[in-house]
């Protein structure tokens, strides 16, 4: 059972109705319980006003906000309030490298930059890309000719916040992924531009694939731009997603841990 028991406060601000703020056993077991979730580069630091680890309470905010930008927190941790009963929850998110493959998805280069820009998110992504992998290779199996793995490309940073040439994309809820492409282009991924969208592009797969992510991975969000997708509801339009879906997902409901 997850466990976080706090004396007082932790993080920005100071204390309130008389209980202790940044007391050093509660930025320990804060710490603690931030590095066993995977946000690691944490583990060294040493007072709750620290720079770094007031930016990962922040990013950890806005993860179970449900935000795209990292900065939608206010950086304190309230005794027994949301961010606490969050760390303490038995489903809280926690930080991970993407991978490289599973079983119906398969991880590309992201667009730039390298993993440090796009080869890390949240627990909550990298599971339900895998239920939406599953749902959509056990489909398509039976159902669709040719038919490529899901192609992930850029996720999150290696420590979440800004990611180069994305506006969002800041805390492991957004995920972008290639389009299927049709023979002899299946097992390979590409920018599809003008006519070699209409061209290369695997309509089949990539229906199949749009009701796998509605239906496996409670997204907020699913951007694309084929009109016949959007006209049946799979998707909508934004600029400058021709070639490829992105997805943000929604939080679960949090399964409450020990926090008193
Ligand atoms: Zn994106």
Known sequence: MATLILAGSVGTGGPQNGKPHNDPADVAKVR???????????????????????????????IYKGKGQADEGDGRIDLHGTTHRWLAAQNAPGWVKVGSE?????????????????????TWMADRIRWAAFEYATTAFFSVENAPPLWIRDCSPDKGGNAIGHK????????????????P????????????YSV?????????????????????????????????????????????????????TRVEGIYK
């Open 32 to 62: 603690a319980r931030l590095t066993e979730l995977g946000f690691q580069w944490v583990s060294g630091i040493t007072t709750g006003t620290d720079k770094e680890f007031i930016r990962t309470i922040k990013l950890f905010q806005s």
């Open 102 to 122: 599973g079983y119906g998805w398969k991880f590309t280069t992201p667009l730039a930059h390298g993993d440090d820009n796009g080869g890390y998110t949240t």
């Open 168 to 183: 969002s994309h800041e805390t492991g809820l957004d995920v972008d992924m290639r389009l299927p492409l049709l023979p």
């Open 185 to 196: 282009y299946t097992d390979k991924w590409d920018r599809l531009e003008g006519k070699e």
């Open 200 to 252: 290369k592009f695997h309509y089949d797969a990539a229906l199949a694939q749009l009701k796998a992510i509605r239906s496996m991975m409670e997204p907020k969000l699913v951007l694309f731009n084929d009109p016949r997708c959007i006209k049946q509801g799979l998707c909508t339009h934004e600029a400058n997603h021709g070639n490829h879906y992105h997805i943000r997902i929604k939080p679960p």
